[in-house]
């Protein structure tokens, strides 16, 4: 094949098109490590209840590194509130002053619209949003159409979602996080049919999860939300994924499903005590040059039954990690297995956790802040029932540290196709602290090129996100703009990514 060019460009497991050839390594996919203080927010005032959710909205200024959380607390209807933090780990929960709940404005609420299920609010703010009083972006769901008087779960709020018409994603603008002024007159996402779909294979509705993103690498608003969607095969409908995108975050087009349970989601989902796997949400992000994603696994263990019906439907779920070229093709990893794992038995997040938008990263630490339950999707008690504990958790990972190929005792071997690169640098991110990583640059033929062998290579015997791989004490610049292979040996060791660097 011909050879490829790699400037400026950091390499991974998605990279497997550039990979000729691996010998005796296996993919590790790395979890980020629970933080000692978790759970970092709890409910703890009365406009909370006893349960609090959080799904789609953390963010941290980076100019000047004050965190931002948009949460939902459930003393019966889902009110929106804010929280702050220098650090990520301690929050403050504001007196506003901005919503008047029960004759007193002392909170932090945001938003209360009188719905009694999760808003699953997202927020965005958008870099090329012109008008300040739209610089932020909230997109929150509320259901009126599915109130029922029978169903003891809302029958102690009411029917009091009275400015909202019908089920969909709202928008809501603000100019600083806090005040919002709620876009009432139609939903800017909502249920649709696919005119082109066939009898056996209908995409329903769009469905009461949605996370909306501004991708910075296409310039575009995407909604990664819940889809309702009946297949070839499947006996009833499930839950899957669909995408739509805006140029403006208000006009959005139709919805297009982007991925599916498949046969390999169930047999995991019945390896794992259930019937078969669905997909309750995605959160989306691009990073590098393409994108990954955290898909919320859910494993039926029982299908819901009549007064609640398929909405009460059990089982855990718990994030799994994905990646994508584009955001659209999304790719699973061969190891299945949650990403954030749900915690012990009686801990907030032994039933469900759900991740709360894309990660920050802050230094060499990358950030994941979490919602977790102690309750499967099919609890049924009143929503101040002390059997729900819930709050939100963190998790850590090192830099870049998502996946990685690690070897054992005997050394194990990775090489490219040809390629070229540009730069000065070679670096690596590894954990090589028990072991060595060794490289060589070969001819596109595979011979050796002098002073570039293994033999040649200053081993890499530490734990280093950057570590520069060197000849002699020398970098691979004189090599630059010609094609070349490149030839990693790992013992003992993990490599997560390479690239080269000006």
Same mark, same amino acid.
């Given at each position: 094949m011909n050879e490829l060019h790699v400037a400026g460009r950091q390499f991974w497991f998605n990279s497997r098109h550039l990979i000729a050839s691996e010998r005796l390594l296996r993919l !590790?996919?790395? #979890?980020?490590?629970?933080?000692?203080?978790?759970?970092?927010?709890?409910?703890?005032?009365?406009?909370? /209840?006893?349960? %609090?959710?959080?799904?789609?909205?953390v963010e941290r200024d980076p100019a000047s590194g004050r965190w931002q959380m948009w949460y939902e607390g459930h003393p019966s209807e889902v009110l929106l509130c804010t929280a702050f933090s220098d650090d990520g780990v301690r929050w403050e929960k504001p007196d506003l002053g901005v919503e008047r709940w029960r004759d007193d404005t002392h909170n932090n609420i945001v938003l209360q619209t009188g719905y009694w299920d999760a808003h699953q609010a997202a927020v965005v703010r958008a870099p090329n949003e012109r008008d300040p009083a739209r610089r932020y972006k909230l997109y929150y769901w509320v259901g009126p159409e599915w109130y029922r008087a029978d169903n003891p779960v809302v029958a102690a709020v009411g029917d009091k979602v009275r400015d909202y018409k019908r089920n969909g994603w709202y928008v809501a603008f603000s100019e600083d996080g806090v005040r919002w002024r709620p876009q009432l007159d139609e939903p800017v996402l909502a249920g649709q049919v696919n005119p082109s779909a066939k009898a056996d294979e209908e995409e329903i509705a769009i469905g009461d999860f949605n996370t909306v993103i501004f991708d910075e690498q296409r310039?575009? !608003?995407?909604? !990664?939300?819940? %889809?309702?969607? #009946?297949?070839? /095969?499947?006996?009833m409908s499930r839950r899957c994924m669909g995408l739509a995108e805006s140029d403006d975050g208000v006009r959005f087009e139709p919805s297009r499903s982007v991925i599916d349970p498949d046969d390999a989601d169930d047999a995991w989902a019945r390896a794992n005590g259930g019937i078969r796997a669905e997909f309750y949400g995605l959160h989306a992000w691009p990073h590098a040059g393409f994108y990954l994603g955290m898909l919320w696994m859910f494993v039926v263990t029982k299908t819901g039954e009549p007064p609640y019906g398929r909405g009460w439907d059990d089982g855990p779920i718990a994030p799994h990690l994905i990646f994508s070229a584009d955001g659209i093709t999304w790719e699973r990893l061969p190891v299945r297995e949650p990403f954030i794992p749900l915690g012990p038995a009686g801990s907030f997040e032994a039933g469900m956790v759900f991740s709360g938008d894309r990660p920050v990263t802050v230094g060499d630490a990358v950030f994941f802040h979490y919602h977790g339950c102690s309750y499967t999707h099919g609890f049924t008690e009143p929503i101040n029932s002390p059997n729900m504990y819930t709050g939100v958790g963190l998790a850590t990972l090192p830099r870049d540290r998502y996946v990685g190929w690690q070897a054992g005792a005997t050394a194990g071997a990775l090489e490219t196709h040809p390629l070229r690169f540009s730069g000065r640098e070679l670096r690596l991110n590894v954990d090589a602290a028990r072991g060595r990583v060794r490289a060589a640059l070969l001819e596109p033929s595979g011979a050796p090129i002098p002073g570039f062998s293994l033999e040649d290579c200053d081993p890499i015997t530490d734990d280093s996100l950057h570590a520069a791989v060197t000849w002699r004490g020398v970098g691979p610049v004189a090599l630059a703009g010609r094609p070349v292979r490149l030839h990693l040996e790992l013992q003992l060791s993990t490599l997560y990514t390479w690239e080269f660097l000006q």
């Open positions: !590790y996919q790395r #979890r980020p490590d629970k933080h000692p203080a978790n759970p970092v927010l709890v409910a703890d005032r009365p406009w909370e /209840g006893n349960l %609090l959710q959080l799904f789609t909205a310039g575009r !608003y995407r909604s !990664y939300h819940k %889809l309702d969607k #009946r297949r070839p /095969g499947w006996d």
